[in-house]
T-cell receptor
C-alpha cells in the first residue's frame, strides 16, 4: 500500500531535549515536505526537499532541521525544542511538488513541549 | 504575498441539504488550486486540482469550480460521512510552496 509513515504519532517532551520525528514514503517520490498545523493558522510549511541531498526552507523553518540522505526518508529534527513548537506535524510527499500529482500526507505527529 | 481565505469556518448541514464552501485566493500567477479533505486524527487527503478559470471537477457528491478569484466546493445531498475539514491550497508560479487556507469544518447531521 502506498503510504507516508510518520513516527511517533504522539510525543511529549521537555524544553531543550533534542528529538527526531521520522518520515518514510514507499512511493519513490522525489519531493518531500514537513508542515505544522496549528488552530487558527492552518498548515504551514517548515522545510521541503526536491531530491536527495537537496533541502530548502519553507515558511516557518526556525528551530527545525531536516536531512535527506535517502530518497524514502526525510526526518525532522528539533535540536532544542521550545513550547512554541507544540503542534501537529505532517510529512508529505509527491512526485512533482504536488502540482501535477497530489501530495500524500502521513497521519501526523502530535508534539507537546513542556 | 499569496493568500487563501476559506469561508465559512464551520458549516452544519442536515443530511441531503446541499451547500457550497468558498475559497478566495490572491496569488501572483496561479499554477494550480487544490482541495483536500482532512478527517480528525488523519492527514489531508487529496480531492481535486484545478488549473484555470472555468474548470470544473466532480467526484461523487462533490464538485469543485474555479474562477479568477475564488473556488467553490459544492456538496450535493451530503451524507454524514462527508463530515470533515475541507482545505483549499494554491500553488503560485515560480519556486514557491503551497499556501493553505485554514479550512472549513463541515458537519452533516443525519
Amino acid at each position: 500500500e502506498a503510504q507516508v509513515t510518520q513516527n511517533p504519532r504522539y510525543l511529549i517532551t521537555v524544553t531543550g531535549k533534542k528529538l527526531t520525528v521520522t518520515c518514510s514514503q514507499n512511493m519513490n517520490h522525489e519531493y518531500m515536505s514537513w508542515y505544522r498545523q496549528d488552530p487558527g493558522l492552518g498548515l504551514r510549511q517548515i522545510y521541503y526537499s526536491m531530491n536527495v541531498e537537496v533541502t530548502d526552507k519553507g515558511d516557518v523553518p526556525e528551530g527545525y532541521k531536516v536531512s535527506r540522505k535517502e530518497k524514502r526518508n526525510f526526518p525532522l529534527i528539533l535540536e532544542s525544542p521550545s513550547p512554541n513548537q507544540t503542534s501537529l506535524y505532517f510529512c508529505a510527499s509527491s512526485s512533482d511538488r504536488g502540482l501535477n500529482s497530489p501530495l500524500h500526507f502521513g497521519n501526523g505527529t502530535r508534539l507537546t513541549v513542556t | 504575498e499569496d493568500q487563501v481565505t476559506q469561508s465559512p469556518e464551520a458549516l452544519r448541514l442536515q443530511e441531503g441539504e446541499s451547500s457550497s464552501l468558498n475559497c478566495s485566493y490572491t496569488v501572483s500567477g496561479l499554477r494550480g488550486l487544490f482541495w483536500y479533505r482532512q478527517d480528525p486524527g488523519k492527514g489531508p487527503e487529496f480531492l481535486f486540482t484545478l488549473y484555470s478559470a472555468g474548470e470544473e471537477k466532480e467526484k461523487e457528491r462533490l464538485k469543485a469550480t474555479l474562477t479568477k478569484k475564488e473556488s467553490f466546493l459544492h456538496i450535493t445531498a451530503p451524507k454524514p460521512e462527508d463530515s470533515a475539514t475541507y482545505l483549499c491550497a494554491v500553488q503560485a508560479k515560480g519556486n514557491t510552496p503551497l499556501v493553505f487556507g485554514k479550512g472549513t469544518r463541515l458537519s452533516v447531521i443525519a
